[in-house]
């Protein structure tokens, strides 16, 4: 898979969140620097997780739980 572009994001626990709507991958950088790709993320809880009022709650509570996760640096 390529790069996956990444934004800033005003969060205490995340530094950048990216969206590949053809492969539904979500790609996070934490605060720590590491970064993690999420699979198979609907669009929906991307949605969510973007408009929540704590991504780092929302990522935990919502996305952790449900999809497959993988390391890609850090």
Known sequence: MGRIRRWPVSSS???SVGYDPQ???L???F??????RYL????L???AMMRADSMGAYLNE???PRYE??????
Not at 31 to 36: D, L, P, Q, T
Not at 40 to 43: F, L, M, R
Not at 69 to 74: I, K, S
């Open 13 to 15: 626990a995340l530094r």
């Open 23 to 25: 492969t539904w991958t």
């Open 27 to 29: 790609e996070v950088e």
């Open 31 to 36: 605060e720590s620097g590491a970064v993690y």
């Open 40 to 43: 198979d993320v609907d669009p």
């Open 45 to 47: 809880d991307v949605e």
């Open 62 to 64: 919502e996305i952790k």
């Open 69 to 74: 996760a993988e390391q890609v640096q850090g």
